[in-house]
């Protein structure tokens, strides 16, 4: 019973380390629950998300624009594809 418990704890552990790192918090818990302690070090061992870059820039003329965008606010070259 104890070894259950301690194994429900490294997926306990295990899923909040995931979602510290904006990874999901379910895929830390299965990693937890099936992997037990390896699991926590998987965790520990996997690199955080980046967030998405807000801006890129118009390879025409160098101007910043947002990263979504499909025409250069600065000029109005196509920069769908930069
Ligand atoms: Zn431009």
Redesign the pocket.
């Known amino acids: 019973m104890l070894y259950v418990f301690l194994w429900l704890l490294c997926a306990l552990a295990a899923s909040y380390i995931y979602h510290g790192k904006r990874r999901s918090w379910i895929a830390g818990g299965l990693a937890g629950l099936i992997f037990g302690p390896i699991g926590i070090l998987l965790a520990l061992l996997t690199r955080p998300l980046e967030p998405p870059p807000l801006t890129k820039q ?1 390879p ?2 160098n ?1 910043a624009a947002p990263y979504l965008a499909h025409v ?1 606010p ?2 109005g ?1 196509d ?1 769908h594809y930069a």
């Open positions: 118009c025409a003329c101007a250069c600065a000029c070259a920069i």
